[in-house]
């Protein structure tokens, strides 16, 4: 029995659509916890942004982005980063998954593991990250006084989806190592601030040799300080124009694809649990 | 319906030396032990068997169980389940067996029974038709409409256990698996699980493997038994057949009305204590109806019963060994 690729699509895509409706209805099951999250969250993005504001502020600018453009940058990398929790927050904490032998069950199941793993965990409250990533873009957006065009939507939009691979590439990787070692380590505070500190601020301001790596090794450059600096036309050293967004994608897939055989690999190694 | 083909599991077990040098000395220079937990396990099973895997702890029963229902991968041989390996096509050869192990439960805590079902309906792409056959026939089993709309985390391990079966038929596998289900379950709810196995085999003619440490189970649902140790396999075959060969004697207890207990050449007295002896015989050499008369020449019988070689015995004999 063949399956064409359409059909393996629909139903990956129904799956989806039930799961989401599933996290909904949990979300609905515990609503004192939307409040905590709907207050906690978005007060940590604008507090963070509020200390870029009073630096620039007193310093003029962080090396030579002004604070429109500063906006920007801390718009797309909180963006990013709340579309990761929505998908890929579970690679936080695959250790402990592994340790439990809670593969067990997606392995029995008629769908790829990964999706599985992802999707069936899916974090609805990532969306409360969301909405202050776009409402500090959106006010960076206005300060530099950016015309809105279909070239803009499009770069921004495929900026996003690489900056949300690569990200979600990085947790899995980081995820994956459990299946070798055996332990369960929550790797989400160490990323999380490491992210943070490399994505949210210009990353030219960091000693060259940092740089490098962040560019070249691990590709966190490319979350959003690449793509930025093309989509406001900032000399960046390495790579400027329209096309910059592409190559966020492009890193997106890479570390996608990479951290997938990774995964893969480990899979083959999972021991499950004793009852 | 499943071969099994040379399946072994090896497990690298990092080797640890006491105290803190040891722990230096494991953490610069790990030194590995190959455990083997399955060894070279080869056997088949034809569709619409139950059979049950026994073996004490540790003895690789659930490694041979995960490697056959696609969890754990092997170090080396085969499963194939329709004639197709479940190492190499995974994702379709799952859509026939459904697994229900111990006390992990699939079923989503926080939300109500139905909920669960939903996203199965929806993973294994079942026909509504279908779905509301089967729910019929499991509501029949296990009486599980009337808990379709509790939220899971409000539910009784019985309960529980009732919605993981009905989760794991919904999409009409043809092999259940089935590891350590009765484990803490109470009589009622053990008893409606044995129900719910030897129904879906009869009607449904699925096939099911279970791993067990209950002599209950065994007794009223496993026609073949495949006994493990050490990973390797010990026995294999009927039930009745096992205990024949393993312990082919039954014991007559007999209650005189004095003390005095006669014997008799052709079988064993195993105890006699009071007015009550204890007689093991060979199935071959005597029966027990021949043993009770020559007996009852002898000497006056208050009351006679027969004790069977249990399967308690075969267990303890076959993981003895």
């Known amino acids: ?275 | 319906m499943i071969d099994v083909n040379h399946l072994s599991k090896d497990y690298l077990l990092k080797k640890k030396e006491p105290g803190l040098k040891g722990a230096l000395k494991g953490l610069i220079r790990p030194q590995y032990e190959v455990i083997h937990a399955v060894r070279d396990l080869s056997f088949h099973i034809d569709e619409g068997e139950i059979v049950g895997f026994i073996g004490p702890n540790g003895a690789g029963k659930s490694t041979t169980i995960k490697m056959m229902s696609g969890i754990l991968t092997p170090t080396e041989g085969s499963v194939l389940i329709n004639g197709e390996n479940i190492t190499e096509h995974r994702k379709t050869v799952v859509r026939n067996i459904g697994v229900v192990f111990g006390q992990r439960s699939q079923l989503n805590w926080d939300l109500r029974l139905g909920e669960t079902f939903e996203l199965l309906k929806h993973i294994y792409e079942i026909d509504p038709v279908d779905y509301e056959n089967t729910l019929e026939v499991m509501d029949g089993i296990l009486g599980i409409k009337e808990l379709i709309d509790k939220p899971v985390r409000q539910m009784s391990l019985g309960q529980r256990v009732k919605g993981d079966l009905t989760a794991s038929m919904l999409h009409s596998p043809r092999v259940l698996f089935l590891d350590e289900p009765t484990i803490g379950l109470d009589v009622s709810s053990k008893f409606a699980l044995r129900r719910f196995i030897r129904e879906i085999n009869e009607i449904r003619k699925t096939t099911v493997i279970l791993t067990t440490h209950d002599l209950g189970d065994i007794k009223e649902l496993c026609e073949r038994l495949i006994i493990i140790n050490h990973g390797v396999m010990m026995e294999d075959g009927k039930l009745n057949q096992i205990v024949d060969r393993i312990a082919p004697y039954k014991t007559l207890v007999v209650e005189y009305y004095d003390e005095q207990a006669p014997e008799h050449e052709k079988c064993e007295m195993t105890s006699h204590e009071g007015n009550i002896a204890k007689y093991r015989f060979m199935k071959k050499d005597i029966t027990a109806a021949e043993l009770i008369a020559d007996l009852s020449k002898q000497k006056e019988i208050k009351d006679v019963s027969i004790e069977e070689a249990g399967i308690d015995d075969i267990i303890k004999i076959a993981y003895g060994s």
């Open chain 1, 1 to 275: 029995m063949k399956r064409n690729v359409f059909r393996e699509l629909r139903h990956y895509l129904d799956v989806t659509a039930q799961v989401i409706r599933m996290a909904v209805l949990t979300v609905f099951e515990y609503p004192s916890n939307i409040a905590g999250w709907l207050i906690s969250n978005p007060l940590q993005f604008i507090m963070g942004f509020a200390i870029i504001k009073f630096v620039v502020e007193s310093f003029g600018e962080i090396n030579g982005w002004n604070y429109g453009q500063l906006a920007v940058l801390y718009g797309i990398s909180v963006i990013s980063h709340a579309l990761s929790m929505i998908f890929f927050v579970q690679g936080w904490f695959m250790g402990y998954y592994v340790m439990d032998g809670d593969f067990d069950r997606y392995l029995t199941r008629p769908l790829g593991v990964l999706y599985q793993f992802f999707f069936t965990n899916i974090n609805i409250f990532g969306i409360t990250d969301l909405i202050p990533g776009i409402l500090v873009f959106v006010y960076g957006c206005m300060k530099c006084g950016l015309q809105i065009t279909w070239y803009f939507v499009i770069q921004v939009i495929v900026m996003l989806i690489g900056a949300t691979l690569i990200r979600g590439g990085i947790y899995i990787l980081l995820g994956s190592t459990s299946f070798h070692t055996r332990s369960a380590v929550d790797f989400g505070q160490y990323t999380q601030e490491i992210m943070d500190k490399t994505t949210m601020y210009p990353i030219s301001m960091y000693p060259e040799s940092m740089q490098f790596i962040l560019t070249y090794l691990i590709p966190i450059g490319w979350v959003s300080f690449y793509p930025v600096s093309g989509l406001l036309g900032i000399e960046n050293g390495v790579c400027n124009g329209f096309f910059v967004s592409f190559i966020t994608l492009a890193a997106g897939i890479l570390v996608m694809l990479l951290a997938g055989a990774y995964f893969t690999a480990g899979l083959k190694k999972y021991e499950s649990a004793g009852n």
